[in-house]
């Protein structure tokens, strides 16, 4: 395989099927299905997040409320990034507290973003419970976070590429991998010498 070339993980027939499964799995864990919201994590989140609550209100009968989060301003690499970052808009507009929220992101890797989003959500309120849902876990956890609800977990390495692209940004549903060939050569190289 060439150097830095994607691999198609999953297409858009295995992510309908892990976001189906999902959307069960998370009306089987929730006794009171009307107190469900789910806040999808802006970008790619927010679309799932739309998905997860029409095929939930499908199964269920009932409308479920949706959100969307941008946690820029929460990030704790805020006032250390050379970066200027897009800030898009916060749009929650149902009652928080008492509620049972789906957190929803694309890719769960060191769990910073997911720890932003927690951070935010007392600005609205107190809910009941907190979960979350991730379409890819790629594992690489820099702080104690862990996923509710996976559609697929595929371990990789700190600098391997994971790249989801949905359908309602253009082009067709698909999750790539790029493994990183520079660190997979230096750690056979490395293997290869201790065993002289």
């Not at 928080?96 to 600005?123: C, E, M, S, Y």
């Amino acid at each position: 395989m060439p150097e830095n070339e994607f691999t198609v993980i999953m297409d858009a027939k295995q992510i309908s099927h892990a976001l189906t499964r999902i959307a069960h799995e998370i009306l089987e864990s929730i006794e009171e299905s009307d107190k469900l919201a789910i806040i999808g994590i802006r970008s790619n989140g927010d679309f799932l997040a739309d998905r997860l609550a029409e095929m939930i209100g499908k199964i269920d009968g009932r409308k479920i409320d949706v959100g969307y989060m941008d946690i820029t301003l929460y990030r704790d690499d805020l006032l250390t990034n050379p970066e200027h970052p897009e800030i898009k808009a916060t749009e929650i507009l149902f009652p928080v507290d008492h509620k049972v929220i789906v957190l929803v992101d694309d890719v769960l890797f060191t769990g910073r973003t997911i720890r932003a989003a927690l951070n935010q959500i007392p600005d609205y309120g107190r809910p009941e419970v907190v979960r979350l849902a991730i379409l890819v876990d790629r594992g690489g956890r820099e702080l104690p976070i862990r996923a509710d609800f996976v559609g697929k977990n595929i371990p990789t390495s700190r600098h391997d590429d994971v790249v989801v692209k949905l359908r309602e940004r253009g082009g067709d549903d698909s999750v790539l991998l790029r493994r990183d060939e520079g660190v997979k050569k230096a750690k056979g190289t490395a293997r290869k010498g201790s065993k002289k």
